[in-house]
């Protein structure tokens, strides 16, 4: 009895066992499964970009020509203008090219609006044709379309005038084109020519449409915000003013300096424009038609044939002539520049150093006067200064406000001395001290800091500016806050999207990315402030002029402030990968660095004497963007020098000949040296110019000097 009783209590365990372990088993796959699937989802999520266009841009009107068009024959190409202000593009076998050109407008607090209303069209002469007509109760918008009889090219003039005080997050002209994307010109400039992005923010670079004699090209817009394209309803947004290209932030004054310094405090984003009533802004561009030459020159980002470029912008908190000495010396006792065995003159990388005019903390070093009467500083200036290698600015003219005799003072002696035209604001975080900075009351006229009279009168005209880190950070989308609220999804999206752009993993397989992951997660930032790994639908401009905010001074961009933990072997060959994706990517990074600032500073150490020496990993740093640059590879300049050939850019042009050439002019009075254009080509010449020439990839670099209002042809030989 008892064995057959134990039979039967394992005939009954067994029993209740076997459905226990499936369901185990079938619970254990469908977890697995989910897990699966919720990764394998959220991977591919993470492919959709970010777009920065607007919402209703479905809603965008369609070109319906009707017989009262009026039409021009431009050259290589048919210009039409219906009365209700639609513009249609044909080629000259009455082709369409560009379906529509419709205006759109978005106010503060307002949803967009396409078109004009009351509209007036009319032909002005046998050139050209005006539209006018009123963005909805804002703005009067004159629009001149100029066509040429012997260049494929048909002008655009905007005169907006405004009839009410209005804050502009977006004006633009949106052209429809029938033909398809042909060649995309990135914000890098280097060329996407096929497995396109949904979206691009092109910065003022530019699109070609189509081929032979149904194609258009828009290359080199600097009279206008940006460009913006999507590329599947095949839109070119033609940005007059869009807000998220010229950011700047204003920090209030607060009596009790009760802003945190951690989160950017009390700042105000003010990057949207406030244009009052009856002021007025002219934007212009060109768009060509027709037979093209089949190659599009683009211009660099940096001269003399170099990929990319480095800028180190170094904030003057919590120097000393001994920290001065080992950054840039090597070590504190090295008295001159000619010694040098380290550091940033050792290694003959340019930096734009700010430094303190005035002394309220009585440390040697620590500003150019300080109530010791010393004049160690002073004298370390002068000898970098020598060596023509380094912008020095103010970092504001002392650590607290200053009043308007010493403001002066400071900015002439600094414009005498070193010819600055660079300034970086210091300390208004808390909104009490230094409130002579650009961001705090530096423009405001009817405060006792007013500074902008005392810039123009000095040409102190580049300013840096915190409104990128600033807006980055308060838009930041926090992984933690996610997972605390059990948005597990969209965390795990984030963070793919955090690494990896939309285009890097459309490019690698689930492995790569995997391994590519695993690399750049112990990278906090990015050593490219044109941001790849945001994608490149992403709107990050190098510099601006904020329209109505900042006096028409230029602005320039920092991402984050560049720090160095645990200097290592292993942080070096990080920054060695680092530094190469740079010259790959064709970037521009500017740092935001606090080099010679005493504690905690992980860039300096000291010897068995108690002196100050460079860090030797943070020497070695140094030798690697010193080796990139002795190649040929990596620009490494100051603010002053990089901005100075930005804004020369801005008044090169290009024409698009009928024989396939193409013809620059440079509009400068100056003349500008080591001019570089890449040209998609294997040999290009310019007649009566000596080129310098270099292969990177399937581009062909050239650079050269061009005089003052000089043109050159430029052609490719086949």
């Given at each position: 009895?008892?064995?057959?009783?134990?039979?039967?209590?394992?005939?009954?365990?067994?029993?209740?066992?076997?459905?226990?372990?499936?369901?185990?088993?079938?619970?254990?796959?469908?977890?697995?499964?989910?897990?699966?699937?919720?990764?394998?989802?959220?991977?591919?999520?993470?492919?959709?970009?970010?777009?920065?266009?607007?919402?209703?841009?479905?809603?965008?009107?369609?070109?319906?020509?009707?017989?009262?068009?009026?039409?021009?024959k431009g050259f290589g190409y048919i210009l039409g203008v219906d009365p209700d202000g639609s513009v249609i593009i044909k080629s000259m076998k009455r082709e369409v090219i560009m379906s529509d050109l419709r205006y759109y407008a978005e106010y503060e607090g307002e949803n967009g609006n396409w078109g004009l209303k009351n509209v007036f069209v009319q032909q002005t002469n046998d050139s050209t044709i005006t539209i006018k007509g009123v963005s909805p109760d804002r703005a009067v918008v004159n629009i001149a379309l100029v066509t040429?009889?012997?260049?494929?090219?048909?002008?655009?003039?905007?005169?907006?005038?405004?009839?009410?005080?209005?804050?502009?997050?977006?004006?633009?002209?949106?052209?429809?084109?029938?033909?398809?994307?042909?060649?995309?010109?990135?914000?890098?400039?280097?060329?996407?020519?096929?497995?396109?992005?949904?979206?691009?923010?092109?910065?003022?670079?530019?699109?070609?449409?189509?081929?032979?004699?149904?194609?258009?090209?828009?290359?080199?817009?600097?009279?206008i915000s940006s460009l913006q394209l999507e590329t599947t309803k095949k839109l070119l947004f033609v940005n007059l003013d869009f807000y998220l290209d010229h950011p700047f932030a204003h920090m209030p004054y607060l009596e009790k300096g009760n802003g945190k310094i951690e989160d950017g405090g009390d700042l105000i984003d003010q990057s949207k424009s406030n244009y009052s009533k009856g002021s007025e802004r002219n934007n212009s561009f060109s768009v060509n038609f027709g037979n093209l030459p089949t190659f599009t020159p683009r211009?660099?980002?940096?001269?003399?044939?170099?990929?990319?470029?480095?800028?180190?912008?170094?904030?003057?908190?919590?120097?000393?002539?001994?920290?001065?000495?080992?950054?840039?010396?090597?070590?504190?006792?090295?008295?001159?520049?000619?010694?040098?065995?380290?550091?940033?003159?050792?290694?003959?990388?340019?930096?734009?150093?700010?430094?303190?005019?005035?002394?309220?903390?009585?440390?040697?070093?620590?500003?150019?006067?300080?109530?010791?009467?010393?004049?160690?500083?002073?004298?370390?200036?002068?000898?970098?200064?020598?060596?023509?290698?380094?912008?020095?600015?103010?970092?504001?003219?002392?650590?607290?406000?200053?009043?308007?005799?010493?403001?002066?003072?400071?900015?002439?002696?600094?414009?005498?001395?070193?010819?600055?035209?660079?300034?970086?604001?210091?300390?208004?975080?808390?909104?009490?001290?230094?409130?002579?900075?650009?961001?705090?009351?530096?423009?405001?006229?009817?405060?006792?800091?007013?500074?902008?009279?005392?810039?123009?009168?000095?040409?102190?005209?580049?300013?840096?500016?915190?409104?990128?880190?600033?807006?980055?950070?308060?838009?930041?989308?926090?992984?933690?806050?996610?997972?605390?609220?059990?948005?597990?999804?969209?965390?795990?999206?984030?963070?793919?999207?955090?690494?990896?752009?939309?285009?890097?993993?459309?490019?690698?397989?689930?492995?790569?990315?995997?391994?590519?992951?695993?690399?750049?997660?112990?990278?906090?930032?990015?050593?490219?402030?044109?941001?790849?790994?945001?994608?490149?639908?992403?709107?990050?401009?190098?510099?601006?002029?904020?329209?109505?905010?900042?006096?028409?001074?230029?602005?320039?961009?920092?991402?984050?402030?560049?720090?160095?933990?645990?200097?290592?072997?292993?942080?070096?060959?990080?920054?060695?990968?680092?530094?190469?994706?740079?010259?790959?990517?064709?970037?521009?990074?500017?740092?935001?660095?606090?080099?010679?600032?005493?504690?905690?500073?992980?860039?300096?150490?000291?010897?068995?004497?108690?002196?100050?020496?460079?860090?030797?990993?943070?020497?070695?740093?140094?030798?690697?963007?010193?080796?990139?640059?002795?190649?040929?590879?990596?620009?490494?300049?100051?603010?002053?020098?990089?901005?100075?050939?930005?804004?020369?850019?801005?008044?090169?042009?290009?024409?698009?000949?009928?024989?396939?050439?193409?013809?620059?002019?440079?509009?400068?009075?100056?003349?500008?040296?080591?001019?570089?254009?890449?040209?998609?080509?294997?040999?290009?010449?310019?007649?009566?110019?000596?080129?310098?020439?270099?292969?990177?990839?399937?581009?062909?670099?050239?650079?050269?000097?061009?005089?003052?209002?000089?043109?050159?042809?430029?052609?490719?030989?086949?």
């Amino acid at each position: 009895m008892n064995s057959i009783n134990k039979d039967k209590v394992g005939f009954f365990e067994s029993l209740f066992q076997k459905p226990r372990k499936r369901t185990i088993l079938l619970i254990a796959i469908f977890a697995f499964a989910f897990v699966v699937i919720f990764a394998i989802n959220g991977y591919y999520s993470a492919f959709k970009i970010i777009s920065y266009l607007p919402e209703n841009i479905s809603n965008s009107p369609s070109n319906k020509s009707g017989s009262s068009q009026i039409e021009i024959k431009g050259f290589g190409y048919i210009l039409g203008v219906d009365p209700d202000g639609s513009v249609i593009i044909k080629s000259m076998k009455r082709e369409v090219i560009m379906s529509d050109l419709r205006y759109y407008a978005e106010y503060e607090g307002e949803n967009g609006n396409w078109g004009l209303k009351n509209v007036f069209v009319q032909q002005t002469n046998d050139s050209t044709i005006t539209i006018k007509g009123v963005s909805p109760d804002r703005a009067v918008v004159n629009i001149a379309l100029v066509t040429h009889k012997f260049l494929p090219k048909l002008d655009v003039r905007v005169n907006t005038q405004y009839i009410v005080s209005t804050v502009v997050n977006r004006e633009a002209l949106v052209a429809a084109f029938n033909a398809p994307v042909a060649e995309v010109y990135l914000k890098n400039r280097k060329i996407d020519k096929q497995d396109f992005e949904d979206e691009y923010w092109l910065n003022k670079e530019g699109v070609r449409f189509g081929t032979d004699d149904r194609s258009a090209l828009i290359y080199h817009t600097p009279d206008i915000s940006s460009l913006q394209l999507e590329t599947t309803k095949k839109l070119l947004f033609v940005n007059l003013d869009f807000y998220l290209d010229h950011p700047f932030a204003h920090m209030p004054y607060l009596e009790k300096g009760n802003g945190k310094i951690e989160d950017g405090g009390d700042l105000i984003d003010q990057s949207k424009s406030n244009y009052s009533k009856g002021s007025e802004r002219n934007n212009s561009f060109s768009v060509n038609f027709g037979n093209l030459p089949t190659f599009t020159p683009r211009l660099m980002s940096v001269p003399f044939g170099n990929q990319a470029g480095y800028i180190v912008t170094e904030h003057a908190d919590g120097g000393n002539i001994q920290t001065q000495r080992a950054v840039y010396f090597g070590s504190e006792d090295i008295l001159k520049a000619s010694d040098a065995v380290g550091g940033f003159v050792g290694h003959k990388i340019p930096t734009t150093k700010s430094v303190f005019y005035m002394d309220s903390a009585s440390r040697s070093g620590t500003a150019i006067f300080g109530k010791q009467n010393d004049s160690s500083l002073l004298n370390f200036l002068d000898q970098i200064y020598a060596t023509g290698l380094y912008d020095l600015c103010l970092h504001t003219p002392e650590n607290l406000s200053s009043n308007r005799k010493v403001l002066e003072e400071s900015i002439s002696f600094m414009k005498y001395r070193y010819n600055a035209e660079t300034w970086i604001d210091h300390g208004f975080f808390g909104g009490l001290k230094n409130r002579e900075c650009l961001i705090a009351d530096g423009l405001d006229t009817n405060s006792i800091y007013y500074a902008a009279d005392l810039w123009k009168k000095y040409n102190t005209q580049y300013f840096w500016s915190p409104a990128v880190e600033f807006i980055e950070e308060s838009t930041r989308i926090s992984l933690t806050s996610k997972i605390k609220k059990f948005k597990f999804y969209d965390a795990y999206v984030s963070f793919w999207k955090h690494y990896l752009c939309p285009r890097d993993l459309k490019e690698m397989s689930p492995i790569e990315a995997l391994n590519e992951l695993s690399r750049r997660f112990s990278v906090q930032n990015e050593l490219n402030s044109l941001k790849p790994h945001t994608g490149d639908s992403h709107p990050t401009p190098l510099y601006w002029q904020n329209p109505t905010r900042t006096n028409n001074f230029y602005s320039w961009a920092t991402d984050y402030s560049q720090t160095y933990n645990d200097l290592s072997p292993k942080i070096v060959k990080r920054e060695l990968v680092q530094l190469t994706n740079l010259v790959n990517d064709w970037g521009v990074f500017i740092s935001h660095g606090y080099y010679v600032r005493k504690e905690p500073s992980n860039l300096l150490t000291k010897d068995q004497n108690d002196k100050w020496l460079i860090n030797p990993y943070f020497d070695e740093i140094l030798g690697l963007i010193a080796q990139k640059r002795d190649k040929g590879e990596l620009y490494t300049t100051t603010v002053r020098e990089l901005l100075d050939y930005w804004t020369e850019l801005e008044k090169i042009s290009f024409d698009y000949l009928p024989n396939g050439e193409v013809s620059i002019t440079n509009h400068n009075n100056m003349p500008i040296n080591g001019l570089s254009i890449a040209v998609r080509a294997k040999n290009v010449k310019i007649n009566g110019k000596a080129l310098t020439i270099k292969k990177v990839g399937d581009d062909t670099i050239i650079w050269f000097d061009i005089k003052g209002n000089e043109t050159v042809n430029l052609n490719v030989i086949q």
